[in-house]
C-alpha cells in the first residue's frame, strides 16, 4: 500500500536561512509526487509537483523540490525562508482509482516556524 | 483560486443528529473529493466522485455518505454525527491527469 512519511512534525528556521521539509513515500509504480502549503485556517495551495521528466521541479513562492526514486525521497527547499513562509506544509503520493481521477495518500504535515 | 466553496464553513451539531456538507465547484471538473483532516494523521480521503452518480469511498468512510447529481455539487453526510467525527472537511476537485485543487474547509464539532 502507498504511504508518505514526513518525519518531522515541526522545524523552527531563522528568517532568511535555507529550508529543507524531507518526505519518503512507499509506492509500487512511478510516484506522481505533490507539495501542499496550509497556511492557519486556510485551505491547501499547491506548491509544486512532479509528474515524470526533470527531477528538480520548481514551484511557487521560490520553491522547489528533488524527486529521487533510488532515496524514494521528494524533498522540499527554498534558499531563503521568509517570515510569510510559516505554515504547515504537507507532501502527497497520487495513486489511480476506479473510473480514473488521481486519489492522494498525504503525509502528516510539518510545521514551519520561522524566527525572525 | 478555483472555483470551490464549501458549505457551511462552520457547524457545531449535537450528537446522533444528521449532518450534510455541501461542495460546489464552477470549474465543470470530473471529479471531486471528501477529505478530513485531523491533528496527527494529514488529510486523509473519504468519498470520492468521477461523475455525476458515480462515487467510492476512501480510506476512511464508515460513518459517512456521499451524493452528486450535478456536476457542480457533491454533498457529504453524517447520518448520525459522533465526537469522532469532529474534524475540518475539505472538498477537492481535479480534471483527468492533474492535480487536485482544494476548498477553504468546513470545521464541524459535534458535542
Known amino acids: 500500500a502507498q504511504s508518505v512519511t514526513q518525519p518531522d512534525i515541526h522545524i523552527t528556521v531563522s528568517e532568511g536561512a535555507s529550508l529543507e521539509l524531507r518526505c519518503n513515500y512507499s509506492?509500487?509504480?512511478?510516484?506522481?509526487l505533490f507539495w501542499y502549503v496550509q497556511s492557519p485556517g486556510q485551505g491547501l495551495q499547491l506548491l509544486l509537483k512532479y509528474f515524470s521528466g526533470d527531477t528538480l521541479v520548481q514551484g511557487i513562492k521560490g520553491f522547489e523540490a528533488e524527486f529521487k526514486r533510488s532515496q524514494s525521497s521528494f524533498n522540499l527547499r527554498k534558499p531563503s525562508v521568509h517570515w510569510s513562509d510559516a505554515a504547515e506544509y504537507f507532501c502527497a503520493v497520487e495513486w489511480g482509482v476506479t473510473g480514473g481521477g488521481n486519489k492522494l495518500t498525504f503525509g502528516t504535515g510539518t510545521q514551519l516556524k520561522v524566527e525572525l | 483560486d478555483a472555483g470551490i466553496t464549501q458549505s457551511p464553513r462552520h457547524k457545531v451539531t449535537e450528537t446522533g443528529t444528521p449532518v450534510t456538507l455541501r461542495c460546489h465547484q464552477t470549474?465543470?471538473?470530473?471529479?471531486m473529493y471528501w477529505y478530513r483532516q485531523d491533528p496527527g494523521h494529514g488529510l486523509r480521503l473519504i468519498h470520492y466522485?468521477?461523475?455525476?452518480?458515480?462515487?467510492d469511498k476512501g480510506e476512511v468512510s464508515d460513518g459517512y455518505s456521499v451524493s452528486r447529481s450535478k456536476t457542480e455539487d457533491f454533498l457529504l453526510t453524517l447520518e448520525s454525527a459522533t465526537s469522532s467525527q469532529t474534524s475540518v472537511y475539505f472538498c477537492?476537485?481535479?480534471?483527468?491527469?492533474?492535480?487536485?485543487?482544494f476548498g477553504p474547509g468546513t470545521r464541524l464539532t459535534v458535542t
Open positions: 470549474e465543470n471538473h470530473r471529479y
Open positions: 509506492y509500487g509504480a512511478t510516484p506522481y
Open positions: 477537492a476537485i481535479s480534471r483527468e491527469g492533474s492535480e487536485q485543487y
Open positions: 466522485s468521477y461523475g455525476v452518480k458515480d462515487t
